[in-house]
């Protein structure tokens, strides 16, 4: 199972340096101000939090817990929930999508929460 999020997680690594480039090269110059910041909050996102995939997935390989699959599974939707309604926003003008991105966000703690708990909850040896 850590196989197939290390390769979520790395494949969100590439989106969000593909959609970076593109929000820096072909989009320079055409959104406004406060669609550049959408944008660039949900590429901050889209890196960090894919890096946060890779490394839970790898902590999968050492512990076989039901709170760190929870854990890597809300992480790696809500990456996806809060980022991709970010750049729904902006790319189709549709304000509504705002409206989704708190649950990606939500996700997002709880993943993290989980991944935490996983750890210290771990009878290390």
């Known amino acids: 199972m850590w196989t197939f999020f290390f390769s979520a997680g790395a494949l969100l690594s590439a989106l969000s340096v593909a959609v970076g480039a593109f929000g820096a090269h072909a989009l320079k110059g055409k959104l406004t101000p406060d669609d550049a910041a959408i944008f660039d909050t949900a590429s901050r996102y889209?890196?960090?939090?894919?890096?946060?995939?890779?490394?839970?997935?790898?902590?999968?390989?050492?512990?076989d817990d039901t709170s760190l699959k929870l854990g890597v599974s809300a992480l790696t939707i809500g990456t996806i929930i809060f980022s991709g309604s970010?750049?729904?926003?902006?790319?189709?003008?549709?304000?509504?999508?705002?409206?989704?991105?708190p649950i990606g966000g939500v996700l997002l703690i709880i993943g993290w929460s989980l991944g935490a708990w996983a750890s210290i909850s771990t009878n290390w040896q």
């Open 46 to 63: 889209l890196a960090t939090q894919s890096l946060g995939v890779i490394a839970l997935a790898l902590l999968m390989t050492r512990l």
């Open 86 to 101: 970010l750049y729904l926003l902006v790319f189709t003008g549709a304000r509504y999508f705002g409206a989704v991105t």
